[in-house]
C-alpha cells in the first residue's frame, strides 16, 4: 500500500514517466540506427532484414497469410502438454521419494546418470522410437522439463527443518499431516523454482525437438524461412517467441505470487486482509 | 486477580502434599559410544510445580525435554507421566522450542488452531478459544498477521498460545524467550507465570541464566555436563506471586552463590 505524502507520489510518477520515454527514445533510435544501416548497404539487407521490414513480415504472416497460427498453435500444444506431464511427473516422483527412504536409495543412481545425460540429446532416439509427431515431442518437453521439479522437489522435502519436525510430532500428528501440513508447504518456494525453470526449458525443447525433425511447428516454421532466406519472416518468428517467452514468464511469476504469498509482502498482505474479513463473517 | 489468588493458593499447599505428575529413575541418554547426554536422572516433579532447569550448553537439558515429550526413546532408566510410562508424545504433555517454530503460510490464530486439527475438526468453540488465547498472551489486533509480520517476541507468544490451545497442563519449555533480548525475555517471563500460574500446569522450564531460573521455579534443577548428570535439585522457598526486587535480597542471592557452586565445580 502506498502510505506516502501525495507531493512525493506525483513526484515519483513524472520520474517514471521519464524513464519510459526515454527507454522509448533510445529504441527508436537503435531501430532508426538499424534501418539506417541496411539502406546504406552496410549490413546486408537479405541477411539483418531492416526493422521495416520485420514490420511488415508480422503483419503478413499473422494477418494476411495467417499461416503462422497454425504453427504457434501445434508448438503451444507441445509446450503445455509436455510441460504438465514432465512436471508432475517430476514433483509425484520426488514426493514418492522423499516419503521412503528405500525408494530413494534405488532410484539415485538411475538418477545420477539421468542428471549426467544431455536429455535433449534423447530427441533423435524419441523421434525414432515415437516418429515425427505431437508424441514424440510430448515425450521430449516432458523429459526436459522433468529434472528441475524432480530434484527441487525432493531437496524441498528434506529439508524440513527438526525443530518444526518435532513441534508436529510432540502434537500427535501423523505422518499424512506432517506431509500436507509441513513438508509440502515449506517446500514451495523451492519446487516453485523448479517449475518456474521446467516452463523456461519447455519452450526450448519444443523447439529443438521441431528443429530434429517435424512437419509443423514454430521450429519448422522457423528453419523453412531461414533455408529460403526470408530473413523478414524469420525475425518475425524469433519475435513472436520472445514474445511468447515473455508471457510464459510473467504467468508463471504471477501464479508463484500467488502460491507462495508468505513471501511476498504484497500478495502476504492481501491474505492477511481476506482471511480475517473470511474469519469474522464466520 | 483470579491468577494471583491461585497462585497464592498454591504457595500455600505444601508441596511434598501434592502428587508427582512426573518421575524418572536412573533416566540415560546415549546416542553413541562417546555421546553420554544424560546420565542415571533421577528426580520427581509435583503437579502443579514450576521447575527450571539450569546447566553448561551440551549438559543434556534438551535431551532431557524430548524424553519426557515421547519424541526420543531413552537407552535406559524409566520415566513415567501420572504413573504411565512416556513411549510417544502425549495429550497432557506439550513443548515450545527456542525457536517460535511457527508455520509460515498460516495466521497467527491459524497457527494456534494447529494442534486443534492435527486432533479432528475444528469447531466454534475452538476458534473462539484460539482467539482468547492470543489475547491472554498480549496479541489483541495480530489475530490474522503471519509470522513474518510479527517479531520475534510476537511469535514466541503465538507459539505459547499454540502450547496453551493443545490443553497440555505439563509444559515443557526449552529456552522458549531464549533468543529474545533482556527487556522483552524479562517481560515475558513474568507473563508466563501469570498465565501458567493460572491454569495451574505443570512447567518445566530450560534457561541458562540462574537467576531467570531460581526467579521462576519452586524447584532448580542443577546439570553438568559430559556426561550429563542431574547434580542437584535445589528448593526455592520463596512465596508467590513474587515481585523482581526478589533477585536483589540477600536470600536470593544465597541460592544464586549456591546454583554457582555446583555448576562451579565442573
Ligand atoms: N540427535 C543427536 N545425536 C547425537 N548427539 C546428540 C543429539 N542430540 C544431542 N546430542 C548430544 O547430546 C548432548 C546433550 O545435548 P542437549 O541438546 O541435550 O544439550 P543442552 O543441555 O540442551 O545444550 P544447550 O544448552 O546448548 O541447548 C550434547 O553433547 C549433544 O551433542
Ligand atoms: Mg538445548
Known amino acids: 500500500m502506498d502510505v506516502s505524502p501525495p507531493a512525493d507520489r506525483t513526484e515519483r510518477r513524472r520520474l517514471a514517466t521519464r524513464r519510459v520515454l526515454t527507454h522509448l527514445a533510445i529504441f527508436a533510435c537503435v531501430l532508426l540506427v538499424w534501418e539506417a544501416a541496411a539502406w546504406s548497404g552496410i549490413a546486408d539487407p537479405l541477411l539483418y532484414p531492416q526493422p521495416s521490414a520485420i ?58 546418470i539421468m542428471e549426467a545425460t544431455p536429455r535433449i540429446a534423447l530427441g533423435p532416439l524419441m523421434i525414432a522410437w515415437l516418429g515425427f509427431g505431437f508424441s514424440s515431442k510430448l515425450a521430449i ?31 500427535r500428528a501423523t505422518k499424512r499431516q506432517i506431509f500436507w501440513k509441513l513438508m509440502l508447504p515449506a517446500a514451495m518456494p523451492i519446487i516453485m523454482a523448479g517449475i518456474r525453470l521446467a516452463m523456461a526449458s519447455a519452450l526450448a525443447g519444443a523447439l529443438v525437438a521441431e528443429f530434429i525433425s517435424a512437419n509443423h511447428g514454430m521450429g519448422v516454421l522457423l528453419t523453412r ?14 519475435l513472436t517467441l520472445t514474445a511468447i517467452g515473455f508471457f510464459l514468464y510473467r504467468t508463471m511469476e504471477i501464479i508463484e505470487a500467488r502460491i507462495i504469498f508468505w513471501q511476498n509482502d504484497a500478495e502476504m498482505h492481501r491474505v492477511a486482509k481476506r ?8 | 486477580m483470579a491468577a494471583v489468588l491461585k497462585s497464592e493458593a498454591r504457595a500455600a499447599v505444601d508441596a511434598a502434599a501434592r502428587p508427582n505428575v512426573l ?51 531413552m ?42 486439527e492435527l486432533a479432528g475438526r475444528t469447531t466454534d468453540a475452538d476458534r473462539k478459544r484460539a482467539i482468547e488465547l492470543l489475547h491472554l498472551v498480549g496479541l489483541e489486533d495480530f489475530e490474522f498477521a503471519f509470522p513474518r509480520q510479527l517479531s520475534g517476541g510476537m511469535q514466541q507468544r503465538v507459539s505459547l498460545a499454540r502450547l496453551l490451545q493443545t490443553g497440555a497442563d505439563i509444559l515443557l519449555l526449552d529456552e522458549p524467550f531464549g533468543a529474545l533480548d533482556e527487556f522483552t525475555r524479562e517481560r515475558m ?7 501458567v500460574d493460572g491454569i495451574g500446569a505443570t512447567v518445566l522450564f530450560v534457561t541458562h541464566n540462574i537467576a531467570e531460573a531460581i526467579f521462576l521455579a519452586d524447584q532448580v534443577m542443577v546439570m553438568t555436563p559430559r556426561p550429563g548428570r542431574l547434580a542437584k535439585v ?33
Open chain 1, 55 to 112: 514490420a511488415a513480415s508480422i503483419v503478413r504472416i499473422f494477418f494476411v497469410q495467417g499461416n503462422i497460427w497454425w504453427h504457434l498453435w501445434v508448438t503451444m500444444h507441445e509446450v503445455i502438454v509436455g510441460f504438465f506431464v514432465g512436471t508432475l511427473l517430476g514433483i509425484s516422483l520426488a514426493v514418492a521419494a522423499g516419503l521412503s527412504e528405500i525408494l530413494r536409495r534405488y532410484m539415485k543412481p538411475y538418477v545420477i
Open chain 1, 275 to 282: 482471511r480475517g474479513a473470511a474469519w469474522s463473517s464466520a
Open chain 1, 141 to 171: 518437453i516432458a523429459l526436459v522439463c522433468f529434472f528441475a521439479p524432480f530434484v527441487n522437489t525432493l531437496t524441498g522435502l528434506l529439508m524440513a527443518d527438526e525443530d518444526r519436525m518435532e513441534m508436529m510430532r510432540s502434537m
Open chain 2, 75 to 116: 537407552t535406559s532408566g524409566t520415566l513415567a507421566v501420572r504413573g504411565e510410562e512416556v513411549k510417544a508424545p502425549r495429550t497432557d504433555v506439550g513443548m515450545m522450542f527456542q525457536k517460535a517454530t511457527l508455520l509460515d503460510w498460516r495466521t497467527a490464530v491459524e497457527n494456534v488452531l494447529l494442534p486443534t
Open chain 2, 234 to 266: 535445589v528448593d526455592v522457598p520463596f512465596a508467590r506471586p513474587r515481585e523482581i526486587d526478589l533477585i536483589t535480597t540477600a536470600e536470593f542471592n544465597e541460592i544464586v552463590a549456591e546454583v554457582r557452586g555446583i555448576l562451579g565445580g565442573h
Open chain 2, 189 to 195: 517471563n513474568i507473563e508466563l507465570l501469570r498465565i
Open chain 1, 225 to 238: 524461412y531461414t533455408q529460403s532466406l526470408n530473413m523478414p519472416s524469420a525475425f518475425a518468428s524469433l
Open chain 2, 23 to 73: 518421575e524418572g529413575e536412573r533416566v540415560t541418554k546415549r546416542f553413541s559410544e562417546t555421546v553420554v547426554a544424560l546420565e542415571d536422572a533421577t528426580f520427581s516433579v509435583p503437579e502443579g510445580s514450576f521447575v527450571s532447569l539450569v546447566g553448561p550448553s551440551g549438559c543434556g537439558k534438551s535431551t532431557l525435554l524430548r524424553m519426557v515429550a515421547g519424541l526420543i526413546p
